[in-house]
């Protein structure tokens, strides 16, 4: 299994930014994929999840901003992140949960910088 994320960037607060993870590599029944973030010193956190059934969560800082949506076809998972803030500064990672099994998998890392 592989992830490859991608779509970071520098962009002033307010912007728009559309970061895209692609996976390879399973055939996962039950499953959830998420975007986390990571900023300095800070622990990672879950930004956003989907499941296979196709329900949502956000975190409450991104409510309203960032959408999680999936494209099948493409194995790919994306987040639109609107308004960004400087507080949104941070490597995101995209995640790939077997709920059957337990297992997590993780993409590279890509670097978000939100300038004031």
């Known amino acids: 299994v592989q992830l490859q994320a991608s779509g970071g960037g520098l962009v002033q607060a307010g912007g728009s930014l559309r970061l895209s993870c692609v996976t390879t590599g399973f055939i996962f029944s039950n499953y959830i994929m998420g975007w986390y973030r990571q900023a300095p010193e800070k622990q990672r956190e879950l930004v956003a999840a989907?499941?296979?059934?196709?329900?949502?969560n956000y975190a409450d800082s991104v409510k309203g901003r960032f959408t999680i949506s999936r494209d099948n076809a493409k194995n790919t998972v994306y987040l639109q992140m609107n308004n960004l803030k400087p507080e949104d500064t941070a490597v995101y990672y995209c995640?790939?949960?077997?709920?059957?099994?337990?297992?997590?998998?993780w993409g590279q890392g890509t670097q978000v910088t939100v300038s004031s």
């Open positions: 995640n790939l949960h077997n709920v059957q099994f337990g297992s997590n998998y």
């Open positions: 989907t499941t296979s059934g196709g329900s949502t």
